[in-house]
């Protein structure tokens, strides 16, 4: 089993950066692809972005590309995701997810982490 161990977030005004991290309790977290993911009240949950096991493959969803950037470090075995000219509309409850399947990454995962809130003023 692994644990996921968000930190970051906060209240921002808009423009501002944010970094999220999320840490694995497991050194074999490595062998995870690992996904970020928001939930604003009242809506859906969304994927935001994913990442592959060694870190050389990464995807994001349309909406935050050019601003957001996930990244990994597995000698930490932490994910990160940063996040840059926030927008009102990024406000949400983010969770980062672990999935033995890159492929699957992008629609959820095995193990959650227990959430952060971002929210951004404007």
């Known amino acids: 089993q692994v644990q996921l161990v968000q930190s970051g977030g906060g209240l921002v005004q808009a423009g501002a950066s944010l970094r999220l991290s999320c840490v694995a309790s497991?050194?074999?977290?490595?062998?995870?692809?690992m996904a970020w993911f928001r939930q604003a009240p009242g809506k859906e949950r969304e994927f935001v972005a994913r990442i592959s096991m060694s870190g050389e493959s990464t995807d994001l969803a349309e909406s935050v590309k050019g601003r957001f950037t996930i990244s990994r470090d597995n000698a930490k075995n932490t994910v990160y995701l940063q996040m840059n000219s926030l927008k009102p509309e990024d406000t949400a409850a983010y969770y980062c997810?672990?999935?033995?399947?890159?492929?699957?990454?992008?629609?959820?995962?095995?193990?959650w982490g227990q959430g952060t809130q971002v929210t951004v003023s404007s």
């Open positions: 997810a672990a999935s033995r399947w890159y492929g699957t990454a992008r629609t959820g995962g095995e193990y």
């Open positions: 497991r050194r074999s977290s490595s062998t995870y692809a």
